[in-house]
């Protein structure tokens, strides 16, 4: 087990001094939306307990449903009482005390006129300072209408403070779409202004990639092609489609996983060291590892795309019902709930090591996680109870029970030279006196903040979807060979999975 010294609660020590941002205003576009309350809203508590909200702080909530500041108000109290029952009354009118609602349809230029009025009351009486943050927590079909309208009633500039905004994913459902999307935007805000939120990417462990590679000079010399037999990034759940059938059915796992979520991981686990710690110094490396990504073969693609979709089966001892018997899904529907990709990186220090990535619903549990298998010694001196020696692995557990595990050999005490595999576990829990923070609460304090590491950029989107689309246009464009759905609920997903491995000795991970 791994014990670190602790410290202090660094809020006492003032070493959080530098993150508390400046004054703003934040607009949510969909506020009446389940992230509003389930996300957004308790990750500005979070902050605002931690002292890390701006004194000076102001949400406007906007979207179609006709409701008052305080029904709003109410929805968003009631939300949060789910996560924290010990909420009280005083408590929660000092932190939504400048929360407002207006209703107002997205693409009604009257809308954005009376928001200009507000956010001027809100620098006037609140000391907010002209700096604005717009957060699209809307369907994809609607940023074009917001956008537009933003940049006509000139909430875009930043003549009297900053002025950014924050775009969900999916960002566009295809290379063709992100690259429109992307030039709308662009006529509207800067770069600079434009954050593409991928949660993930705040997730504490998926941070952690980079302190581990960064951090520890151990790491550096074995990272590498000559050292590391292969990758795999997985991210597993046991739900199904559940409510989002609707949305599935035009998305499937590629665009609501890989393109975004998986990618982004391996672009952390393989890019090359920045030369600072700096959002473009950053991007600049992820988006070389996304222009490396070697074209898929067409002509060969199940050699390294394999599609799934859940059929019935039992999880935890119930029987759950197949992707094509849920709500609203079409009863024969190609639509993939699981997908495995093996990708090669053409640069000098992956070439030839397979970075295997699957996803998938309906699988026997929730997690995700890394694990980075090493080559096996050159020479096999010893002997084991179970035939041959156990593979070095590095797994990093991004989700639940985070932390990192080493994965080696030892010998086992006694007369004869044998050895056996232990485990060297670093866990966050009971490591760490401070509790891991929600993904959106780092992400939103950083908007304000003004810092875009852990934020998309245009050109990583684009280059991430110009990789997935030969996949991505087949897929959609040939029926799948075999019976569909080729695995049952609560299995690890089809088998053609496991012969894309090639070699005997790589095999799936059974979490």
């Known amino acids: 087990m791994v014990t670190p010294v602790l410290l202090e609660n660094p809020l006492r020590q003032g070493l959080f001094s530098d993150r508390v941002p400046p004054p703003c205003s934040l607009v949510i576009y969909g506020a009446s939306g389940d992230l509003t309350a389930r996300k957004l809203v308790p990750a500005l508590f979070d902050l605002y307990q931690k002292h890390l909200l701006p004194t000076s702080f102001s949400l406007i909530?906007?979207?179609r449903s006709k409701i008052s500041d305080d029904e709003f108000k109410q929805r968003l109290k009631e939300s949060l009482k789910k996560t924290?029952?010990?909420l009280s009354?005083?408590?929660?009118n000092s932190f939504s005390q400048n929360f407002h609602y207006m209703a107002g349809g997205y693409d009604d230029a009257k809308t954005y006129q009376a928001l200009s009025k507000v956010l001027d009351d809100m620098d006037k009486d609140n000391g907010t300072a002209g700096n604005r943050i717009y957060y699209l927590s809307t369907p994809p079909e609607v940023f074009e209408d917001i956008i537009s309208n933003l940049g006509a009633a000139g909430l875009s500039k930043e003549d009297k403070g900053f002025s950014r905004i924050v775009i969900e994913k999916p960002f566009g459902r295809d290379l063709d779409s992100a690259k429109e999307l992307n030039l709308k935007v662009?006529?509207?805000?800067q770069e600079h202004q434009i954050y593409r939120i991928d949660h993930y990417l705040?997730?504490?462990t998926?941070?952690?990639l980079l302190v581990m590679r960064f951090a520890n000079s151990i790491f550096e010399p074995i990272w590498d092609r000559r050292h590391v037999?292969?990758?795999?990034?997985?991210a597993s759940e046991e739900l199904g489609v559940g409510s989002r059938a609707g949305y599935y059915e035009s998305s499937g796992i590629l665009r609501d996983m890989f393109q975004n979520h998986l990618f982004q991981v391996m672009c952390l686990i393989a890019m090359e060291p920045p030369v600072a710690y700096d959002a473009d110094a950053i991007r600049n490396e992820k988006l070389k590892i996304l222009k490396s990504i070697r074209p898929f073969d067409t002509h060969a693609l199940d050699n390294w795309a394999v599609r799934g979709q859940y059929g019935p089966g039992y999880l935890e001892g119930a029987k759950v019902p197949g992707y094509r018997q849920e709500e609203g899904v079409n009863p024969k529907s190609i639509t993939p709930t699981y997908a495995a990709l093996k990708i090669f990186l053409d640069t000098w220090r992956w070439h030839g090591v397979p970075f295997l990535l699957r996803s998938g619903k309906r699988l026997p549990k929730r997690a995700t996680e890394v694990a980075i298998q090493f080559k096996e010694p050159p020479n096999l001196l010893f002997k084991t109870n179970v035939g041959g020696l156990s593979p070095n692995v590095l797994v990093v557990r991004i989700q639940p029970d985070e932390g990192i595990t080493l994965k080696f050999e030892t010998k086992v005490p006694g007369m004869s030279m044998e050895a056996r595999t232990v485990n060297m576990d670093f866990s966050y829990g009971s490591s760490f006196a401070e509790g891991t923070s929600e993904a959106y609460e780092r992400l939103l304090l950083d908007c304000m903040l003004g810092d875009a590491t852990l934020f998309i950029r245009g050109d990583e989107a684009e280059a991430a979807w110009g990789a997935l689309m030969p996949v991505l246009t087949q897929w959609e464009t040939t029926e799948p060979?075999?019976?569909f759905p080729n695995y049952e609920a609560g299995s690890w997903g089809p088998v053609a999975a496991d012969r894309m491995l090639e070699k005997p000795w790589r095999k799936w991970r059974r979490l």
Request: hydrophobic fraction near 35%.
């Open 229 to 234: 037999d292969h990758v795999q990034i997985t």
């Open 186 to 189: 662009r006529e509207v805000f």
């Open 61 to 63: 909530g906007i979207s």
């Open 84 to 86: 924290e029952p010990q």
């Open 206 to 208: 998926v941070q952690n």
């Open 481 to 483: 060979a075999g019976d």
């Open 89 to 92: 009354d005083a408590l929660w």
């Open 202 to 204: 705040g997730k504490e």
